[in-house]
């Protein structure tokens, strides 16, 4: 037995692949499951939405709808958040997101911008995270890309965080 070995395994593992402790979207393993649900406007088969909500920086949500155009990723929660702190981990640096914007919406259809942000460079595989000023809690959150240097925005992570 070694206890001490295993911890530091145990808290790699929390703050390694996949993002950081804390996050408010669950693990997702499918696009309900366990809860809430992970949607896109589009995406490609075997990279769907969900795939950035499963903590695990091996698999991706790629859109599957040719540019021009924007995409969206989308997370819906059971019990509104009020999220105040965001990340998006890349896969392929040229196909990261160089213009997004942050939304939430309580219905769905009418959404507020919580980050706008643009000019946006990468290196494949890297995670940035963001803060912005919000005191309201949300149903909806979705990640709003309006550009990416080729192709379409293919992403391994989205988290939010309450702090
Ligand atoms: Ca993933």
Redesign the pocket.
Known sequence: MNFAFNNVGFLAALAGT?GAAGNLIPDMTSATAPEGEASADSEVSTREAW???????????QASTSPPASWFLKYEFDSAQTAVRWAI?ADQFNQAPTDMKLQGSNDDAAWTDLDDLGGLSWTTGERKEWTFTNSTAYLYYRVLITDVPISTPRL??FELFAS
Request: proline share 0%; net charge neutral.
């Open positions: 996949g795939r950035a909500m499963d903590r695990d920086d091996s698999t991706v949500w981990s391994r992570g």
